[in-house]
């Protein structure tokens, strides 16, 4: 396994690591976490090989060899893997493997990594397991469990095998509960009741059911819009998603609705491809809709507008990438836009892009003021986004309300969110709430509502010894998903609300060293390129404990004792003296919140080589002009050669500027070329570049770099 892949492969499995909010409400911020999902995560086969299972599932071992743990140990290792064979109820090694095209490329033929992985990560993301066991589904199941065991999965299934069976507890999925429940016959018990009440003539007034829109919110999560509310709830078992394009269904695994009318399901990991959703009305009729699941490409959250007048209002979001945001609006009930006409149907993404209004998106936290509105006049918004590297969502819709909004709520003073370490390792996630005054009396905690746009926060227990600051858990297990705006309410008794938000962010920068470089006998340039601007900690280690294996390398020492550098979103160069071939460059970084890695990654030094002599066939910066410095930053970029097609923008950074970069690019030529010149405008106009020497970085489709100082 190369030491890239296992870097990937382990800086996408650590999301949720840390906790540091920044709120809008008060001063937010929290010292960097670590929690442990699994007991366990430097398992072997050996460890967790159940030879019960192995002998009573395999009659020919059972006679050949009893339940001698050893002579059934090494057959499993000898000749039971290539068989296929399952070495416990709690995972099949072969399936996981063959499941997870990610896990091979990643962990190859290493058996104790693919173990390790679902043991750490694999379970709580509810991969397929390849057998009937869910062991978080189990301990979600029932509360005395998950008492006894926090988020051991070991010890759910060690319990399910020894007692779990007997004493009659549901071990599988709750998702294969719930569509083995749908798909099961009525019960004869049922044949004695009063046959089911006819449903009711349909209201003309009402028109018929339909499925108004389909949106993909993120990865696992699809909101489905009725045309009109359901008298009652429709449940799981009620709807479908069939692919369309030859792949596997989607598993749903929830399914939740605040008014009857707006469903939001979550499901399983599925591919970007074309699917059709039915829904089984409660009359036994079925809608259906095609829509296209899209995951790549940015991904937008807590998405809201608030009518601020009568001729305005502000949309705020969340994105995980820069880019642009696309919006077009129509007066409800209109055939045609008000601020762009594009027909009385939803817009196509070429039309959205053509047509639309364009906003610039940054990473993070955005907003943005809608005018124009007509007074009395609700409106329905259709959006999309676009990405630097040009992916872009699907067209999605938003309504603005035809009422202005006046807040109600007093602002709460401050609210920070915390972490509390449990005995056995496990946190404990919490927000601690700070109100202007002291109430009368303790509040209860369902006077508390702490929501999130991705995923229902579920509340656990309530602390306070002074009826000011109090300590709001969340349901022990439940992690906040990062990246999303937390929004706080608090209902008092005498009928006032306080109100707060607040931004979380989860992640540290996300480090990978591309390149080590000799500049001379006694110096190494490293190209190390980061996804957020930040900070990088490293130090020259002559060993790395546990080199070449999937165990979490402890970067206390290096954020102790290491050397810090700057670093922005891109590629970064840090330059090394007194660096030996052999050694490794180990480092972990840090972002402007505090939020940390739980472990270090690590590239070995080459063995030197002499640089090699400039050769002038090769694409070279000739010169870097700064035409603006502000207000649409623009720089002029001068090649040796033609370099249109071969530019790769989304790469492109400026030192000494933080976060993430997004360019518009033209190409013009001079000194008898065509494309030797490259104009790059800041889409940011709020960025300047300040006075200075600054470094100009750009890539190429190969992967070439170049770099040239300038100054401003």
């Not at 033929?109 to 189990?138: C, I, K, M, Q, S």
Request: a negative charge.
């Amino acid at each position: 396994m190369t030491e890239t892949v296992k870097e990937k492969l382990a800086r996408a499995a650590k999301k949720g690591r840390r906790l540091v909010v920044v709120a809008t409400a008060g001063a937010l911020v929290v010292t960097s976490i670590n929690y442990v999902q699994a007991a366990g995560n430097d398992k072997g086969i050996e460890d967790i090989f159940d030879e019960t299972y192995y002998a009573e599932n395999y009659p020919d071992l059972l006679e050949a060899f009893g339940y001698d743990r050893a002579a059934l140990l090494k057959h499993f290792m000898t000749y039971g893997l290539s068989e296929g064979r399952n070495m416990n109820g709690l995972i099949d090694l072969v399936k996981y493997r063959e499941k997870y095209p990610d896990l091979q490329e990643a962990f190859g033929d290493d058996w104790d990594a693919y173990l390790n992985h679902y043991l750490t990560y694999g379970a709580f993301e509810h991969r397929d397991n390849g057998t009937d066991f869910d062991p978080v589904d189990y301990l979600n199941r029932y509360s005395d469990l998950q008492k006894a065991f926090g988020t051991d999965i070991l010890a759910a299934y060690q319990h399910y095998e020894t007692y779990g069976k007997q004493e009659g507890r549901e071990g599988r999925s709750d998702a294969a509960v719930m569509a083995a429940q749908a798909q099961s016959p009525a019960s004869p018990k049922n044949e004695d009741k009063e046959p089911p009440k006819q449903p009711a003539a349909p209201n003309p007034d009402q028109g018929d059911m339909e499925i108004q829109s389909v949106e993909v919110i993120g990865s696992g999560h699809i909101r489905v819009t009725l045309s009109r509310k359901t008298e009652q709830p429709l449940t799981l078992g009620a709807f479908s998603i069939i692919c369309n394009s030859g792949g596997s269904d989607m598993t749903i695994l929830s399914v939740t609705t605040n008014d009857n009318r707006v469903y939001d399901l979550t499901t399983t990991y599925y591919r970007d491809q074309e699917y059709d959703i039915q829904i089984t009305l409660p009359d036994g009729s079925t809608i259906s809709k095609v829509f296209t699941y899209r995951t790549d490409c940015p991904q937008l959250s807590g998405i809201g507008a608030v009518r601020t007048s009568a001729g305005e209002a502000r949309v705020t979001y969340n994105s995980d990438a820069p880019g642009y945001f696309y919006y077009l609006l129509r007066e409800d009930g209109a055939g045609s836009a008000r601020a762009a006409s594009t027909g009385g149907a939803e817009p196509t993404e070429s039309e959205l892009i053509s047509n639309g209004v364009k906003t610039e998106m940054k990473q993070h936290e955005n907003s943005f003021t809608v005018s124009g509105l007509a007074e009395g006049v609700s409106y329905t918004l259709y959006y999309m986004a676009v990405d630097t590297e040009d992916r872009a969502t699907l067209v999605s819709s938003l309504s603005i309300a035809s009422d202005i909004h006046e807040e109600t709520a007093a602002a709460i003073k401050r609210a920070e969110a915390f972490a509390e370490e449990q005995w056995n390792g496990e946190f404990l996630y919490g927000f601690k709430i700070e109100l202007e005054t002291a109430t009368a009396e303790p509040l209860t905690l369902d006077q508390f509502d702490i929501s999130c746009p991705q995923n229902e926060t579920t509340l656990g227990d309530i602390k306070t010894s002074d009826n000011r600051i109090y300590r709001v858990y969340m349901q022990r297990g439940s992690i906040p998903k990062g990246n999303n705006t937390y929004t706080i309410l608090i209902n008092l008794k005498d009928g006032t609300q306080l109100k707060g938000s607040c931004y979380l962010d989860l992640q540290a920068p996300r480090v990978d060293a591309r390149t080590i470089e000799w500049v001379d006998e006694d110096t190494i340039k490293v190209t190390v390129n980061s996804d957020e601007a930040g900070s990088l900690y490293y130090a020259i280690q002559d060993q790395v404990d546990g080199e070449g294996t999937i165990a979490p390398k402890d970067p206390a020492q290096i954020y102790a004792q290491g050397t810090k550098v700057s670093i922005g979103y891109g590629l970064n160069y840090i330059t090394v003296k007194g660096a030996k071939a052999g050694q490794w460059f180990c480092f972990a970084s840090e972002d402007e919140r505090n939020n940390r890695e739980s472990f270090y990654s690590y590239k070995q030094i080459p063995e030197y080589t002499a640089p090699a002599p400039d050769d002038t066939e090769k694409p070279m910066i000739t010169g870097v002009t700064v035409l603006k410095a502000s207000d649409g930053a623009t720089l002029k970029v001068v090649f040796n050669q033609d370099v249109e097609g071969y530019y790769d923008n989304s790469l492109t950074q400026i030192s000494g500027i933080n976060g993430k970069l997004a360019f518009d690019t033209t190409y013009s030529g001079e000194g008898g070329f065509e494309s030797n010149v490259l104009t790059l405008t800041v889409m940011d106009r709020s960025i300047t570049i300040s006075e200075g020497s600054h470094t100009l970085t750009i890539v190429f489709y190969d992967n070439t770099i170049l770099t040239f100082d300038f100054t401003v």
